[in-house]
């Protein structure tokens, strides 16, 4: 995987996550980009040699739905705790992955902004 490819999928990542209320993405202390809401992390991506890597806060339920699938993994150190993790996501999995991050972004956000997101994404 080379370098650009990984800046184009850090590049999606972005454009989804600091378009929620109030988002702000912050670099940790290894080098990860932290997506984060009133200080509550809920994405976090890094790059390896084997590439481009996401992961995004669940609940447990959810979670043993995703580690079911081929390309999802529970996330290192923070799985337990609901993390999921995708290594070198194609094009046809960022419509799953927007859903998952928003539900993530839901799930760290104060009520006052979740309630801002459901008014700005009514139908």
Not at 48 to 56: A, I, T, V
Not at 69 to 91: A, L, M
Request: with cysteine.
């Amino acid at each position: 995987m080379n370098s650009q490819d990984t800046a184009g999928m850090l590049e999606t990542l972005r454009n989804i996550c600091l378009a929620m209320p109030e988002a702000v993405e912050h670099i940790d202390g290894f080098g990860h980009n932290t997506f984060k809401i009133n200080g509550k992390s809920f994405v976090i991506s890094g790059e390896s040699e084997q590439g481009f890597n996401l992961s995004f806060k669940s609940d447990r339920e959810t979670q043993e739905l995703l580690l079911q699938k081929e390309h999802f993994y529970k996330t290192p150190y923070i799985g337990h705790h609901g993390w999921v993790s995708i290594q070198n996501p194609n094009r046809e999995d960022w419509d799953e992955l927007t859903d998952l991050i928003q539900e993530a972004y839901l799930r760290a956000a104060p009520k006052r902004l979740v309630k801002k997101w459901f008014e700005l994404h009514k139908r």
